[in-house]
């Protein structure tokens, strides 16, 4: 069982900067597949990046790649999301979700835990 909780949500202007962080609670947070999606009014919720228990691996969806870092502190329990160059088009509730296993996906129907999301809002 695994409990999460982002923060560093906020408001932003086009081109600035903000780092999302994902506190989880349980002793194997090591072995969860860590990922962020995000979802804009209106829309369906979208893979944005995620990244491996060992940290070898990331993975990032093609709109923001080269913008977003997705990291983690194993020792902390935290998974960090530093998002660089917004855009307006980045607005949207930014969840944290967890799932079991090595295996990579971007569908967010493969992940088992989830936080309860940050807004993140870029103005132009």
């Known amino acids: 069982q695994v409990q999460l909780d982002e923060s560093g949500g906020g408001l932003v202007q086009a081109g600035g900067s903000l780092r999302l962080s994902c506190a989880a609670s349980g002793r194997t947070f090591s072995s969860y597949f860590m990922g962020w999606f995000r979802q804009a009014p209106g829309k369906e919720r979208e893979f944005v990046a995620a990244i491996s228990w060992s940290i070898s691996s990331t993975y990032y969806a093609d709109s923001v790649k080269g913008r977003f870092t997705i990291s983690r502190d194993n020792a902390k329990n935290t998974v960090y999301l530093q998002m660089n160059s917004l855009k307006p088009e980045d607005t949207a509730v930014y969840y944290c979700?967890?799932?079991?296993?090595?295996?990579?996906?971007?569908?967010?129907?493969?992940?088992?835990?989830w936080g309860q999301g940050t807004q993140v809002t870029v103005s132009s």
């Open positions: 979700a967890a799932k079991m296993g090595s295996a990579y996906y971007s569908n967010p129907s493969r992940y088992n835990y």
